[in-house]
């Protein structure tokens, strides 16, 4: 490290300049005078005082642990970490994340190592590099992840945000009232400000991961995962247990939890096979055509509205003529029947059950929709179509949006659309249709609806899972949608319609005003969610600029008095759905940084951005919630999830006793000063959980989901108000025995549930529960202790904890919404 020197009252002599003598301790021992060990990334005793956070060191400190290590005692297979920092004359500074980086750098098999080059030091006199030796605390870290998510589930990044160090610099301290002159004096004479992090400095951060499984056999997640966020609540999996402890109850209807967990689907239609369909099969499972008119009016106003692929008159018109014709197969293929199968199942969880069956003369099974998808499925993967047309990808995307509606192959849907990306490639999709003379006008128009839809899909999914889209609008040039109804062309047309304002409500309103911020999604998206995010700050405020310019743009879409239900449906769709896709896109570019504020001031904006993000989508939740049920399920998604916990995180860690600490510009100064936020922001978290709790029960799949999120939302309760965490204990149980019961007798008749039934919930659990909350139930005399029925294909009674595998945390990056 460059001298530093000191200036005196008298005038400068030749005698040798003094050289200011190290601190080899953190700024807190510093300023107790205490004794420090050094350890990184926190010292014993600031482990001890519980204040790991605070354990900082001063800039150009030289990591001298008591074992240090040269270089040469490192084989080839450990890696290192650096950083460097330019000189003041630099314009831009390049800073490098560590392993250990609260952002998610890729790990590697030696213990943390750091080198610092001091800044306006000479290169070649850098610092010596050292590491402290293993089985230290940074090892207990390492461990952290792979203990919550149960190992081996989970092998990458196991260091928690909490305790590392964000850019692989020394970090100051939050300043402390009485002390914060004090460090401004000493910034001033110590010439440090060139460390200071800028908007402007280039940063170099790997995003959290989550990977599953050992060796060559392995399941990536990239920061999309809710999952993802699990590290931000380290104290999750004591809580769960203090809580499986006091309910035994949980361990005897565990064998029907597990059932729960793992879908009622998982027997039965699932896993029994069926004959190639064949166009008369697939007749057989249509319903009657009262049903079918009832989820087709249902489709093109939730869903047809937001995902453009149809012509609506022409496919009004075949589905009449369909009817028409009905007894004779031959008149109509098979591909029609089953892109109209597939309409119905899309549309089916929009339904009320009770109505359709009272227009049905056979009765509806609860797995009906189910069974549409699983033979329409096997009917495309025989087909052998070696061109892909429009009516092709068409079955193709409507395919994707059925399974992601109930809840199947949920964690290949970013495989599905990026093959399904290619293939329209193949077929030229990408390029504008204008350049090709022998395409009539009306073709153009659907190849780029169809399109457009296509990306849309393939970026939605990739958002959600992590990874990156398979295009960016560098990559295509075809022209969005025209702002027409459907009515203004037909298979005639010979001239372009003309384009309306988008002000004004059309049938592809929806599609015209998302596409205006396409471009930026896509960018955003690749950046997140690379493998490094190289960028500077000012270029991730920038983004945040652009995405609320884009959210000023939504168009009005003013109804006048005279319009009927649907459209008025359709118009608050379009508005909510446009709001939630920017504000998921916000909390992709700012939770990484959000996470990080508390400890670098630079990041106050993500911190704010990311709260106002992820109100604005359970907001908008709750609005469509207290409006209308298909409201609200087609606005349940992934980015539902990331907006509960990432309020559920910012609660959490909020410290209510120590005010003072947090700087004036973040959230959770924020929270803390404005009264009662907490509390509306809670309400936003407890209407999100219902709407979630009654998808599940539809879906009859995601309840680890739900059990998950039950426990989190309670743990955030018994935080802010400790005196009242007994009773929040209890509601968790309360509302996973409430959810089972509701579930089971559901289906109490039907044939899926198999051999055992009903098991437990044949009797009213929840009333046992209410009854003695706390204590054991007596158990019937035939109950062998906590082992299951046989053949129900669940874990050992030794290694099954009720609370950690019923939700079982590795299965939660499976999650992969498309909307």
């Known amino acids: 490290m460059a001298d530093v020197q000191i200036f005196g009252n008298a005038p400068q002599s030749d005698r040798p300049r003094k050289r200011r003598r190290r601190t080899m301790a953190c700024t807190q021992c510093r300023s107790r005078k205490l004794r420090c060990d050094r350890e990184y990334p926190a010292c014993s005793r600031c482990l001890k005082s519980r204040t790991p956070t605070k354990c900082t060191y001063e800039d150009g400190f030289l990591w001298q642990q008591p074992a240090t290590l040269t270089a040469a005692a490192f084989t080839p297979d450990r890696g290192t970490s650096t950083i460097s920092v330019h000189s003041r004359a630099d314009q831009t500074g390049t800073i490098n994340t560590p392993a250990a980086s609260g952002l998610g750098a890729a790990p590697t098999r030696s213990d943390t190592l750091v080198s610092t080059i001091a800044p306006d030091s000479d290169p070649i006199a850098h610092a010596e590099v050292g590491a402290h030796p293993k089985g230290g605390h940074a090892a207990r870290e390492r461990g952290f992840l792979e203990t919550v998510l149960g190992a081996p589930k989970a092998a990458v990044n196991q260091e928690p945000y909490v305790n590392a160090g964000l850019l692989q610099r020394p970090k100051r301290a939050a300043p402390e009232p009485e002390r914060f002159s004090s460090l401004i004096d000493r910034d001033e004479d110590e010439g440090d400000s060139d460390d200071v992090l800028t908007p402007s400095h280039q940063l170099d951060l790997s995003p959290r991961m989550m990977m599953r499984g050992r060796e060559t056999k392995t399941r ?4 999309g995962i809710y999952a993802n966020l699990v590290a931000q609540f380290p104290d999750i999996r004591a809580f769960a247990e203090e809580i499986r402890l006091a309910n035994p109850i949980l361990s005897r209807v565990r064998p029907d939890l597990e059932r729960v967990k793992r879908g009622l689907w998982k027997r039965k239609p699932l896993n029994e096979p069926f004959p190639e369909p064949t166009i008369a099969s697939l007749m057989l499972l249509l319903p009657a055509r009262p049903v079918a008119d009832e989820l087709i009016g249902l489709y093109l106003t939730y869903i047809e509205s937001t995902h453009r692929i149809l012509h609506v008159p022409s496919f009004l018109q075949e589905v009449q003529e369909f009817w028409a014709t009905s007894g004779n197969p031959s008149n109509f293929s098979a591909g029609f029947v089953v892109q109209l199968l597939l309409v119905l199942a899309c549309a089916w969880n929009l339904a009320d059950i009770a109505t359709l069956q ?6 509806l099974k609860c797995y009906t929709a189910v069974e549409w998808v699983l033979h329409a499925e096997k009917w495309i993967d025989n087909a052998q179509i070696k061109r892909l047309e429009i009516s092709a990808l068409r079955l193709h995307i409507l395919l994707i949006m059925a399974q992601n509606y109930h809840g199947m192959k949920r964690s290949k849907a970013w495989l599905a659309t990026g093959t399904l990306v290619k293939q329209a490639m193949l077929s030229g999709y990408h390029r504008d249709p204008d350049k090709y003379a022998r395409i009539s006008v009306f073709n153009k128009e659907m190849r780029r609806r169809i399109w457009m839809t296509i990306v849309e899909l393939d970026l939605q999914v990739a958002i959600d899972r992590g990874m990156p889209p398979s295009v960016q609008s560098v990559d295509y040039d075809a022209l969005p949608a025209l702002n027409i109804d459907d009515d203004e062309i037909h298979e005639d047309s010979r001239e372009v319609p003309e384009d309306r304002p988008a002000s004004d409500i059309t049938d592809s309103s929806f599609s015209t005003a998302l596409g205006r911020s396409l471009g930026l999604r896509l960018k955003a998206c690749h950046l997140m969610h690379a493998p490094r995010i190289s960028c500077r700050y000012e270029e991730i405020q920038r983004l945040d600029w652009e995405f609320n310019r884009q959210l000023s743009r939504i168009p009005q879409w003013s109804l006048s ?38 400890r670098e001031p630079l990041f106050s904006p993500s911190a704010r951005s990311r709260l106002d993000a992820a109100a604005m989508i359970l907001s908008t939740q709750k609005r469509l919630h207290e409006t209308a049920p298909p409201l609200s399920l087609c606005m349940l998604g992934e980015w539902t999830l990331q907006a509960y916990i990432s309020i559920c995180q910012l609660l959490h860690t909020v410290d209510h006793q120590n005010p003072i600490s947090f700087y004036p510009s973040s959230s959770a100064f924020i929270l803390h000063t404005i009264p009662g936020l907490p509390d509306s922001l809670l309400s936003l978290v407890e209407t999100a959980l219902i709407c979630l709790e009654g998808r599940s029960l539809l879906v009859v799949k995601g309840a680890k989901d739900y059990f998950f999120l039950s426990t989190i939302v309670a743990l955030v309760k018994a935080k802010l108000w400790p005196t009242q965490s007994i009773m929040y204990k ?8 409430a959810f089972a019961q509701t579930l089971f007798s559901r289906h109490a008749n039907c044939e899926h549930l198999g051999t055992p039934g009903m098991g437990c919930f044949k009797d009213n659990q929840l009333a046992t529960f209410m009854v003695n909350p706390g204590m054991a139930p007596v158990l019937p005399s035939d109950f062998d202790g906590l082992c299951p029925p046989p053949n129900l294909g669940v874990t050992p009674p030794d290694d099954f904890d009720p609370f950690l595998d019923v939700f079982n945390w590795e299965d939660l990056t499976g999650m992969a919404l498309v909307h």
């Not at 990536?220 to 920061?223: P, V």
């Not at 009272?358 to 009765?363: A, C, D, L, N, R």
């Not at 209890?730 to 025995?737: G, N, P, W």
Request: hydrophobic residues 45%; charged residues 20%.
């Open 220 to 223: 990536f997640s990239g920061s």
């Open 358 to 363: 009272e227009k049905s003369v056979t009765p």
């Open 730 to 737: 209890q509601q968790v149980v309360e509302r996973i025995l």
């Open 561 to 598: 008095e005279a319009a009927d239900l649907v459209t008025q449906h359709k118009v608050a769709l379009w508005k909510s759905a446009i709001e939630t896709k920017l504000a998921q896109s916000l909390l992709s570019i700012h939770t990484p940084f959000a996470i990080e504020s508390r």
